[in-house]
C-alpha cells in the first residue's frame, strides 16, 4: 500500500489538483486502508483506494473476522449434499442482487465483485466442500478415477483460465460463467486434495513447491511495478515514439515487470529467510 502512495499523489497533481490537497487526500485514503476495511464501503473511490492486492486483502481480513461465527453455523447442516448445490445458485441470485444496486444506488458501485458481501459466499462453498472431502477421506479409500482425474481437471482449469473473458464477451452471461468458476475450482479442489494424481506429484516437487513459496512475494510486488510503467515509462519516457511498435513495446514491458518481478520475489525471501 505505502509503495503506491507516491503514485497516487503524482496522479492528484497531474489532474491538476494542489499539493496539499493530494497529500491530505492520500493521507485520509491512507487512514481509511490501514485497517484493511476498505472493501467494506462498496465504493471504487474507497475499496480500490491504492491497488487490487490491498482491496483483496481488505476483503480476505472481513470474511476471516467472521469465519469463525460462519464455521459455527455450518457445522449444523447435515444435508451436505443440497448445500453443496444450493450455495452456488444462491450466490448467483446474491451476485444479481448486488448488481441491481450497484447500477440503482450511485452511492454504491462496488458491492457485487469486489465486496466482502459476494467473496464470503465462496468461502461458505469451501467450508463445506472441506466437509465433504474430510467425511469421504474418513469412509473410503482413494478410488482410482480421483487419481487420473487429476490432470484433466487442472487442463480444464487452465483452459477456463485462458478463454473465460472471451467466453463471457460472447455469451453475456455472468451467472453462467460463476457457475462454471465455481464448478471447476470445485473439482480441482476435490481432486488435490486426496494428493495421489500427476499433478500432486508435480506440485510436490522442490522447484514447484519453492515457487509456492514466492508466489506472495510475486503478489504483492508485481501489481505496483506494473502500474509505475505505463505511467512513467510509457506515457513519460516513451510518449511519442514511432522507432517500436506497439506489439513490441507490449511485449519487451512485459518481460521487463516480470524479470524484476522475480528478481525482487527472490531478494525478499532471501531476506526474510536470513532474518528468520
Not at 59 to 80: D, E, G
Not at 191 to 211: D, W, Y
Not at 224 to 245: C, D, H, N
Request: glycine share 6%.
Amino acid at each position: 500500500m505505502l509503495a503506491m502512495v507516491p503514485l497516487v499523489i503524482a496522479s492528484s497533481l497531474l489532474h491538476g489538483k494542489g499539493i496539499l490537497y493530494s497529500i491530505g487526500a492520500t493521507a485520509a485514503k491512507v487512514m481509511i486502508s490501514a485497517p484493511l476495511i476498505q472493501s467494506a464501503f462498496g465504493m471504487v473511490k474507497l475499496s480500490h483506494v491504492f491497488n487490487g492486492v490491498c482491496w483483496f486483502f481488505s476483503t480476505l481480513a472481513i470474511i476471516y473476522l467472521v469465519s469463525p461465527w460462519l464455521m459455527a453455523h455450518l457445522i449444523r447442516i447435515r444435508h451436505l449434499k443440497a448445500a453443496l448445490f444450493g450455495v452456488p445458485v444462491f450466490m448467483c441470485v446474491w451476485y444479481v442482487f448486488l448488481s441491481g444496486v450497484d447500477a440503482k444506488v450511485s452511492f454504491f458501485d462496488d458491492l457485487a465483485y469486489g465486496s466482502p458481501y459476494m467473496r464470503v459466499w465462496f468461502v461458505i462453498y469451501g467450508m463445506l466442500l472441506a466437509r465433504v472431502i474430510y467425511a469421504w477421506r474418513e469412509k473410503h479409500d482413494v478410488p482410482l478415477w480421483v487419481r487420473s482425474s487429476e490432470l484433466p481437471v487442472a487442463a480444464l482449469c487452465i483452459a477456463w483460465f485462458v478463454g473465460r473473458n472471451s467466453f463471457s464477451q460472447i455469451f453475456s452471461s455472468l451467472f453462467l460463467t460463476r457457475l462454471v468458476d465455481i464448478v471447476l475450482c470445485a473439482a480441482l479442489l476435490f481432486v488435490l486434495s486426496f494428493e495421489k494424481g500427476t499433478v500432486s506429484r508435480l506440485l510436490e516437487k522442490p522447484k514447484m513447491m519453492a515457487l509456492g513459496h514466492l508466489a506472495m512475494y510475486i503478489y504483492l510486488i508485481h501489481y505496483p511495478l506494473r502500474m509505475y510503467w505505463e505511467p512513467v515509462v510509457l506515457k513519460r519516457l516513451l510518449a511519442g515514439q514511432t522507432w517500436i511498435s506497439q506489439d513490441i513495446l507490449g511485449l519487451l514491458s512485459v518481460a521487463i515487470i516480470v524479470t524484476a518481478t522475480m528478481l525482487l520475489s527472490v531478494a525478499w525471501n532471501r531476506k526474510a529467510t536470513k532474518s528468520h
